[in-house]
């Protein structure tokens, strides 16, 4: 809906490689945010974004590192993927507003991994 | 630190009205989120409260007690594709960061 894609959609791979993912806006959203879905935890914060080069740590970021090179892309790397990491991984985007203050949160179609 | 509290699961019946109830804790408040999400897809946006009161849009109403830490997602004339899942987050003041609940899967039934 607001222009936000996820690459890929679906992984496997296997413990110890490293991973990869992507999310691609084409809204000029200031905002970026990667999050974990893990049944009964919720969504979790792992990183955002608050402008290029610009990045921050949520609170699940251990074994997770993030890169904004360009206003449109936001990549997500699992250095050396764990089994603990299988996961559903949503990215976002906020601050669409002249001011980038608009806070309501835009989510990608996810990308389902799984560790083995 | 925060914590934010829902039911795990609802059922309703088709033409219904179903109200889910949020309850949070948090240090700094700055307003709350509703979204809905269904199965394997992503959660989009319903109603974002920061101050007192219910706000209406078509179906859905949300309403918020700051004094009490509580929201309600109010959903009438119930339809099947209405079952998903529902997320209460709140956005912290200090971080400007959204806090997720677990959500409420709301099952409705013909």
């Known amino acids: 809906d607001a222009g936000i894609t996820q690459s890929p959609r679906h992984k496997v791979t296997e413990t110890g490689t490293p991973v990869t993912l992507r999310c691609h806006q084409t809204e000029n959203h200031r905002y970026m945010y990667w999050y974990r879905q893990d049944p009964g935890h919720g969504l979790r914060l792992i990183h955002y974004s608050y402008g290029v080069k610009d990045t921050d740590k949520g609170e699940v970021s251990d074994g997770y590192s993030v890169s904004r090179s360009k206003t449109e892309d936001f990549l997500l790397t699992l250095e050396s993927a764990t089994s603990s990491q299988t996961s559903v991984y949503f990215c976002a985007i906020s601050g669409g507003d002249s001011a980038g203050t608009s806070y309501e949160q835009f989510f990608g179609p996810g990308t389902r991994l799984t560790v083995l | 630190g925060q914590n934010i509290d829902q039911p795990t699961e609802m059922t309703a019946t088709e033409g219904a009205i179903v109200q889910i109830n949020c309850t949070y804790q948090?240090?700094?408040?700055?307003?709350l989120f509703w979204y809905q999400q269904h199965a394997g897809e992503a959660p989009t946006f319903l109603s974002y409260n920061v101050l007192d009161g219910l706000e209406e849009k078509g179906r859905f109403s949300s309403f918020l007690s700051r004094s009490k830490g509580y929201s309600y997602l109010l959903l009438k004339e119930l339809q099947m594709k209405d079952s998903a899942s529902y997320l209460c987050a709140v956005r912290d003041r200090n971080t400007d960061k959204l806090i997720f609940g677990t959500g409420t899967r709301l099952q409705v039934f013909p």
């Open positions: 948090t240090s700094g408040f700055n307003g």
